[in-house]
T-cell receptor, first 115, second 115 residues
Framework: AQKVTQAQTEISVVEKEDVTLDCVYE???????LFWYKQPPSGELVFLIR??????QNEISGRYSWNFQKSTSSFNFTITASQVVDSAVYFC????????????FGEGTQLTVNP | KAGVTQTPRYLIKTRGQQVTLSCSPI?????VSWYQQTPGQGLQFLFE???????NKGNFPGRFSGRQFSNSRSEMNVSTLELGDSALYLC??????????????FGPGTRLTVL
């Protein structure tokens, strides 16, 4: 069965620090998709990125970057020069090709960026 | 393009009652999934509907049910409410079910409180 683990429950940083959120996943499927979502206090999950299992290229988007490593089953997320507006709960999620749209979420990491 | 909308946003019910939540997907999206979010269990998949058919179901009791209409709008129903059903219920829409090239977008959620 699929599983996603986010070992960091809470992280607190000072503005402008870099921060990395860890995500480790388990799946038996060879085709799967990994996601990161952000949940601000309003509650809505905001899509950040999707990675396909057959594409291990790392990606950078502005201050955000993602490191996908199949060898260690990890999909880590780094925010460079963090800002107060980055404060939110971040979720890593996994979807298997055979499961349609079903997402399996990690426990989430509460990121607090202090001014 | 309007996002995913959910009604009502807040709901208070008492044990034993039933409740119906509504979700309108993004225009053109045919897949709707429902998730329950609680502090103890995190984000858990309830079910997915695609073209009016339930495509996938999570591990929830039969008190939780859903349906999808021809216009892709979806409703979920919880009968005989229990205190543990208090949660944020999130709806997500997607163009198709599964596959790599379409993202899943979430609504703002319905906060259900059972007294």
């Amino acid at each position: 069965a699929q599983k996603v683990t986010q070992a960091q429950t809470e992280i607190s940083v000072v503005e402008k620090e870099d921060v990395t959120l860890d995500c480790v996943y388990e799946t038996r499927d060879t085709t799967y998709y990994l996601f990161w979502y952000k949940q601000p206090p309003s509650g809505e999950l905001v899509f950040l990125i999707r990675r396909n299992s057959f594409d291990e290229q790392n990606e950078i988007s502005g201050r955000y970057s993602w490191n996908f490593q199949k060898s260690t089953s990890s999909f880590n997320f780094t925010i460079t020069a963090s800002q107060v507006v980055d404060s939110a709960v971040y979720f890593c999620a996994l979807s298997e090709e055979t499961s349609g749209s079903r997402l399996t979420f990690g426990e989430g990491t509460q990121l607090t960026v202090n001014p | 393009k309007a996002g995913v909308t959910q009604t009502p946003r807040y709901l208070i019910k008492t044990r034993g009652q039933q409740v119906t939540l509504s979700c309108s997907p993004i225009s053109g999206h045919r897949s709707v999934s429902w998730y329950q979010q609680t502090p103890g269990q995190g984000l858990q998949f309830l079910f997915e509907y695609f073209s009016e058919t339930q495509r996938n179901k999570g591990n929830f009791p039969g008190r939780f049910s859903g349906r999808q209409f021809s216009n892709s709008r979806s409703e979920m129903n919880v009968s005989t409410l229990e205190l543990g059903d208090s949660a944020l219920y999130l709806c997500a829409s997607r163009f198709t079910s599964g596959g790599p090239n379409n993202e899943q977008f979430f609504g703002p959620g319905t906060r259900l409180t059972v007294l």
